[in-house]
């Protein structure tokens, strides 16, 4: 029997990608027991889309035991436990109380041309009804709830978007789970996107800046302006090649007061704390874990973190 610890969560993200490999590396029924499990946030809820999904798709059941009453229908409410048999669980209230004022059910995609309006409408869903008498600004044209939802917005399109193309070098068929959660108390914005493509390290791999071949050097050189795997080669148009998404991303969380996690392989960084590798512990694909403060969403102007073209890491120029 598999246990899963007591968070599976962002600040727990060793714990929640160690259990999902275990679950990956069953085979046939994989029982979980669930009885310890209070809290689970939209990264954790990512990671078990992902792996239960993987999981069934190489043949394997999963059975989730003593769930409490509390995440059961929570979970259930989330999406997370479609197609997972519930055994001594508490079962869930029933009705799905609509929130989608603030909070938004476990999304996968699959596929490239649903990142638009998937990054639109999960920023709106964490922002909330906008004011109906809200007039828009005079110099820049955006009302205060445009402001809110731009930042997020970019962001998502951002994560989604690299995981349903860079993430796919490889391994074509590879998705990506998205979670999000609004909790209004401490006024925070969480979210979790969570892939199982060919992570960092594959697709930085021949990259010249990357010196040794391990995945916290590679997440910590995907993070660097300008770096992408495309540069040059034109393999993809727009922001795709700029190597400009995951650098402003991470500004975005970091004015915005929070943070982002992000784990690869058998390697995680937080912009708030632990940066490393673990040698037993390793997620195939890329998981990222972004969580801001909503009312500071208003100070962000993405324009102002946009990595300059004085980014551009210099050419070595060779004369032959
Ligand atoms: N989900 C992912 N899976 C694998 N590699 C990724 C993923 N996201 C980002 N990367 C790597 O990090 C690099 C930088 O990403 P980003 O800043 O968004 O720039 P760009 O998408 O323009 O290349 C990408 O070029 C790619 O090599
Ligand atoms: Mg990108």
């Not at 027991?33 to 069934?56: K, N, T």
């Not at 490889?170 to 892939?195: E, F, H, T």
Request: glycine share 8%; proline share 4%; aromatic share 6%.
């Amino acid at each position: 029997m598999i246990v899963f610890p007591s968070h599976l969560s962002a600040p727990s993200a060793l714990a929640t990608v160690s259990v999902c490999q275990e679950i990956l590396a069953s085979d046939g029924v994989t029982d979980i027991d669930a009885g310890q499990l209070s809290y689970i946030d939209p990264f954790g809820m990512a990671m078990l889309g992902a792996c239960f999904d993987s999981a069934r798709n190489i043949g394997c059941t999963i059975r989730v035991h003593q769930l409490s009453a509390n995440l059961s229908g929570y979970l259930q409410r989330m999406d997370v436990f479609d197609g997972v048999e519930l055994v001594a669980c508490a079962q869930s209230a029933g009705t799905r109380r609509d929130r989608s004022g603030d909070l938004v059910e476990l999304t996968q995609l699959s596929n490239r041309a649903d990142v638009g309006s998937a990054a639109h409408r999960l920023a709106k869903a964490m922002i909330g009804n906008p004011d109906p008498n809200e007039v828009p600004d005079e110099m820049s044209g955006y009302t205060p709830y445009e402001r809110l939802v731009e930042p997020l917005q970019y962001a998502l399109n951002e994560l989604l978007e690299n995981a349903l193309t860079h993430a796919r070098r490889g391994n074509m068929s590879a998705s990506v789970w998205v979670a999000s959660q609004y909790y209004p108390k401490k006024d925070l914005i969480r979210l979790g996107v969570v892939d199982n493509g060919c992570g960092f390290l594959e697709s930085l791999r021949n990259h010249s800046e990357l010196l040794h071949k391990r995945h916290i050097e590679a997440i910590l050189l995907a993070l660097r302006p300008r770096i992408s795997c495309n540069r040059d080669l034109g393999v993809f148009n727009d922001s795709v090649n700029q190597g400009v998404g995951l650098t402003t991303s991470c500004r975005i969380a970091e004015r915005a007061d929070g943070r982002m996690i992000l784990a690869s392989g058998n390697a995680m960084h937080s912009t708030s704390g632990y940066s490393g590798e673990k040698p037993d512990v390793y997620w195939q694909g890329v998981g990222i874990a972004m969580e801001v403060n909503r009312s500071k969403l208003a100070e962000v102007r993405i324009q102002e973190l946009l990595p300059s073209l004085d980014d551009i890491p210099p050419v070595t120029l060779r004369f032959e």
